[in-house]
C-alpha cells in the first residue's frame, strides 16, 4: 500500500506538471507518513521553519521517496516538502505536530524552547554543497504564503537559527531573495 501511494504521488506530481496550468495555483500533493509526527487537534502555531534535506545515500538523493526513507531512518518528519522542481508534498497535516526542529530554541522573545509544537516545518530538497531551485524559492514563497493565511505566523526561520552550533540549513537559502519576494503583495506576475 506503501508503494502504491508513493507511486500515486509521483504521477500525480507528473500529472500537475505536464496539464500546463497556471503557475500562480498552489498545488500541494498528499504524501503521508505514518512517522515522526503526533495526532493534535488543537495547537497554535505561529512559526514556519525551513530546512534542507537530501539522502546521499540514495540512488535519487533528491527522489521523494528517498526522502521519505531518510526521514524514516531518523523517525523525524516535516509538514511539506519541496522538490527540486518547485513541487510541494504535505507529509503531515498542519494539524498535528511534526518532529521537524529538534531540541531547538525560537532566537527572539519569548525565547521558548521545543518549537515543534507551535511550527510548521518545510524541507527544501537541496544537498549540502548546492542551493534551492528558482522553482523551490518560487513555491516556497507561495507555500509560506499560504500557511499565513490559515495561522498568524509570527516568525519564518531556517533550522539553523533556531539550532544554533547543531543545525546548518537550509543549505545555500538566499534569505534577501526569499524574504523580498515574500512581503511583495502577490501580483498577476509575481503570485
Known amino acids: 500500500m506503501r508503494i502504491f501511494r508513493r507511486f500515486l504521488c509521483v504521477a500525480l506530481l507528473v500529472m500537475i506538471a505536464s496539464t500546463g496550468q497556471s503557475a500562480d495555483s498552489l498545488k500541494i500533493v498528499s504524501a503521508p507518513v505514518d512517522f515522526g509526527f503526533r495526532r493534535c487537534d488543537n495547537r497554535v502555531v505561529d512559526t514556519i521553519i525551513l530546512h534542507s534535506i537530501c539522502n546521499p545515500e540514495a540512488v535519487d ?13 531518523y523517525k523525524v518528519s516535516s509538514h511539506y516538502v519541496i522538490l527540486r522542481d518547485g513541487g510541494i508534498c504535505r507529509l503531515v497535516e498542519e ?8 531540541r531547538s530554541r525560537l532566537p527572539v522573545s519569548p525565547f521558548r524552547r521545543e ?13 549540502p554543497e548546492g542551493q534551492p531551485t528558482e522553482a523551490q ?7 509560506v504564503r ?3 493565511s490559515r495561522h498568524e505566523i509570527k516568525h519564518v526561520f531556517g533550522h539553523e537559527d533556531v539550532a544554533p552550533g547543531r543545525k546548518t540549513d537550509p543549505w545555500g537559502f538566499d534569505w534577501g531573495r526569499f ?3 515574500l512581503d511583495q503583495e502577490p501580483t498577476v506576475n509575481n503570485p
Do not use: M, P, W
Request: aromatic share 6%; net charge neutral.
Open 137 to 143: 524559492y518560487e513555491a516556497a514563497v507561495k507555500l
Open 95 to 102: 494539524k498535528d505536530v511534526a518532529y521537524h526542529a529538534g
Open 61 to 73: 538523493k533528491f527522489s521523494l521517496e528517498s526522502i521519505q526513507a531518510i526521514l524514516k531512518q
Open 115 to 127: 518549537l515543534n509544537g507551535t511550527s510548521i516545518g518545510i524541507e527544501l530538497v537541496c544537498d
Open 179 to 181: 524574504r523580498i519576494t
Open 146 to 148: 499560504d500557511i499565513k
